[in-house]
């Protein structure tokens, strides 16, 4: 079996729970992946879910792959979760490296979470379905049974939200390499 990871918009919480990230009425990457020297990975899973108390007109939510970066907070190796025995099983160094050189690249242009600059897209291709999502609930999408979705290296994958309103939200992918 392959090993998996968790990765997620925000640091590794510690003390406190995970930091729920604010939305806006502008498009915006909550969190981004990039591969390193892995040929390739499948996304298994991916979701988001929301804080709003009251209903309201539903915000787009689309998990994505581009040729052009975002500026987001970089991962740490830390941030990124061994979801898996397979990969709980590697030693402290395999894990920091899965997570600086390896499966991963980290940096404010390759992987993390919250973006505070878009970028110029050129080329995008849906990884899963673009969503309409009420702000008073969630979304998860699995891929069973070999459907999973396919990460090419070299390509960053995002996931983006719109909302008339700002919102927070709390988002994730599960990467199997």
């Known amino acids: 079996m392959a090993m998996q990871f968790l ?3 925000g640091a590794m919480p510690t ?11 502008s498009i915006k990457t909550m969190m981004q992946v990039f591969l390193g020297a ?3 990975a499948k996304i298994v899973e991916w979701g988001a879910s929301f804080d709003a108390s009251a ?3 539903p915000g787009v939510v689309e998990l994505i792959e581009t040729d052009v970066a975002a500026t987001v907070t970089a991962y740490a190796a830390a941030d990124i979760t061994a979801y898996n025995a397979e990969a709980l099983l590697l030693t ?15 940096s404010t242009s390759t ?6 600059a878009e970028g110029s897209i050129t080329a995008t291709r849906f990884c899963g379905a673009p969503q309409l999502i009420a702000p ?24 983006r939200m719109t909302f008339g309103s700002t919102v ?4 994730y992918i599960i990467i199997e390499v």
């Open 15 to 25: 003390t406190s729970s995970a930091v729920k990230v604010a939305t806006g009425a």
């Open 55 to 57: 209903a309201a007109t």
């Open 111 to 116: 992987s993390g979470f919250t973006a505070s």
């Open 7 to 9: 990765l997620y918009n």
């Open 92 to 106: 402290s160094s395999q894990k920091a490296a899965a997570g600086t050189t390896g499966i991963f690249q980290i």
């Open 38 to 40: 892995t040929p390739n």
């Open 136 to 159: 008073t609930t969630q979304f998860i999408q699995q891929f069973p049974l070999g459907r999973d979705g396919l990460m090419q290296n070299g390509k960053y994958y995002r996931i």
């Open 168 to 171: 927070n939200a709390l988002c």
